[in-house]
Nanobody
Framework: VQLQASGGGLVQAGGSLRLSCAAS??????MGWFRQAPGKEREFVAV????????LYADSVKGRFTISRDNAKNTVYLQMNSVKPEDTAVYYC????????????????WGQGTLVTVSS
């Protein structure tokens, strides 16, 4: 199954953006979002279980970002509200079997990134 992230772009601080991650086929895995800012390591953002009943967020985005999924469309979303300049990064979606996890090593299928730039 291939993953393709989209929806990135330029947004002003305080604005909103929705990222999408489309899978080429049905995935029964947990789906997560990670991001990598220039000069920094890739970090966990959010994850959602296959059934959608379990989610986990990084403290830095809790209350501002919402992860959701539509299994009928094989798509996972990341709704980003009240964005800040520090949210500027390349955002990646990835799939992970087993329990939801924020650990990057648990993810074995990665999509290409989509760039989000937040202007101040």
């Amino acid at each position: 199954v291939q993953l393709q992230a989209s929806g990135g772009g330029l947004v002003q601080a305080g604005g909103s953006l929705r990222l999408s991650c489309a899978a080429s086929g049905r995935t029964y895995n947990n789906m997560g979002w990670f991001r990598q800012a220039p000069g920094k390591e890739r970090e966990f953002v959010a994850v959602i279980s296959w059934g959608g009943g379990s989610t986990l967020y990084a403290d830095s985005v809790k209350g501002r970002f919402t992860i959701s999924r539509d299994n009928a469309k094989n798509t996972v979303y990341l709704q980003m509200n009240s964005v800040k300049p520090e949210d500027t990064a390349v955002y990646y979606c990835a799939a992970s079997p087993g329990a939801v996890s924020s650990r990057m090593m648990r993810y074995d299928n990665w999509g290409q990134g989509t760039l989000v730039t937040v202007s101040s």
